[in-house]
């Protein structure tokens, strides 16, 4: 069992930066791919990156690309989602959800947090 923990979202003006955190607790934290996922009012949950266990192997959505970084610290059970460029339509509930694949299907990932909202001003 892992417990998902998000935090470090907000309001900021667009072209501004955010850095998500997600602490997890439980079993095996370095065993698991991790992901994050948004969901927008009125649309459906979608991938924006994911980090292999050791941290080598990253995968990320396209829309986001060269603005936003995963990566993650085993020795703390954290990993991090640093935005940049942010923009208007970046605006949803973030999402952590820990798995076993490295991949962008949310229906894989076994464990999710509660999300922590994140508004983009114009």
């Known amino acids: 069992q892992v417990q998902l923990i998000e935090s470090g979202g907000g309001l900021v003006q667009a072209g501004g930066s955010l850095r998500l955190s997600c602490v997890a607790s439980?079993?095996?934290?370095?065993?698991?791919?991790f992901g994050w996922f948004r969901q927008a009012p009125g649309k459906e949950r979608e991938f924006v990156a994911a980090?292999?266990?050791?941290?080598?192997?990253?995968l990320y959505a396209d829309s986001v690309k060269g603005r936003f970084t995963i990566s993650r610290d085993n020795a703390k059970n954290t990993v991090y989602l640093q935005m940049n460029s942010l923009k208007p339509e970046d605006t949803a509930v973030y999402y952590c959800?820990?798995?076993?694949?490295?991949?962008?299907?949310?229906?894989?990932?076994?464990?999710w947090g509660q999300g922590t909202q994140v508004t983009v001003s114009s």
């Open positions: 959800a820990a798995g076993g694949r490295l991949i962008s299907t949310p229906s894989v990932y076994d464990y």
């Open positions: 439980g079993r095996s934290f370095n065993m698991h791919v």
């Open positions: 980090i292999s266990w050791s941290g080598g192997n990253r």
